[in-house]
């Protein structure tokens, strides 16, 4: 059975979560967690939330953010 769809809303706060299949390394190197921690910056200049707290491992990573105008 699926997860019921998440309530959104504008000032919303969220703990997000994305793990690698079968829990492989999505994060080979240091340099791939920079990469990924970049396109975290420039998404956030585009879609404007705010990043309250995140950790980057090598197979998964944990953010805390708050939306406002444009949905997760």
């Known amino acids: 059975m699926g997860r019921k769809p998440m309530i959104e ?16 390394f999505i994060f080979e190197h240091k340099e791939d967690k ?6 975290v910056r420039e998404c956030q200049k585009i879609m404007g939330f705010e990043c309250y ?11 805390i953010i708050k ?3 444009v949905p997760i």
């Open 9 to 24: 809303y504008s000032g919303g706060i969220y703990h997000l979560i994305q793990r690698g299949n079968n829990r492989e």
């Open 34 to 39: 920079a990469f990924y921690l970049e396109l």
């Open 53 to 63: 707290g995140y950790v980057v491992m090598g197979n998964h990573y944990h953010m």
């Open 67 to 69: 939306r406002h105008e």
